[in-house]
């Protein structure tokens, strides 16, 4: 059976989830969502089973995501799922939210399945890196949790989280606020004396934020807070409020490359 899995990443965690779910599942195309978003229309994946992989952010959907999942035609695929990567908790409001999307969509087709799996948390402006040894026990545990969810996909388990009343409302409060003052939120972004004019960040932005002028990033305003800017620069130049210091965290299985050719660059 053919597997479309559509994904999302900032620091490569949700796409070394989707590398590690194809090695599971076999037959899989994986296709960056930023890509997708290019084209004009309704998407219409012509494929048997069909996941999207991406990140929570604050109880949701990155904004990227929901307008993807917004033009998602899913009524030719027999099987559909979720795969969300978190450093906290919440996963359920956003499957929720996700499966909402897709019900409301071209295809009027929501999930069969939704999962979530734990990772290394990177949203430096509110905490660190964790420590080499809890990334690497968290890691561990998220190569077995990715390896059950790749059997389950491929036995066509329908399997939703139970509905939390405590994730709604924190999603109900918080996402919504997040989600308003989103895209503009890079302007708390700075460089300091360490910049170089490497270009670095404005490789890994997924979503075309960043323009090099004079040596030194300016943010565009259509920013998706992935951190990708933050956590990839080569120097730790990249600096928000509380952020210096901090430790620094990009997934060690995924390139500076690999986050670029998201985008084709």
Known sequence: METILYYFTGTGNSLAVARGLSSVIGDCTLVPIVSEMKKGGPIEPRSDRV???NPLYFFGLPSIVAEFAQRL???HARYTFSVITMGGTGASAASSQLDHILKGGP???GLDAAFSIRMPGNYILMYDAPDMESLERTLMKSG???KEIGEMVKAGKKVFPPWSPVAALVHHL????FIRHVHGADAKFFVDDRCNGCGTCA???PVDNIRIENDRPAWLHHCEQCMACIQCCP???IQAEKTVGRRRYHHPGIA???LAEQQGK
Do not use: Q
Request: hydrophobic share 30%.
């Open 256 to 258: 500076i490359e690999d």
């Open 107 to 109: 295809g009027k087709r």
């Open 73 to 75: 035609d899913l009524s």
């Open 144 to 146: 077995s949790r990715t």
């Open 51 to 53: 996941g999207i992989v």
């Open 174 to 177: 918080v996402y919504s606020r």
């Open 235 to 237: 120097t730790n130049a």
């Open 203 to 205: 490789r890994v932005c």
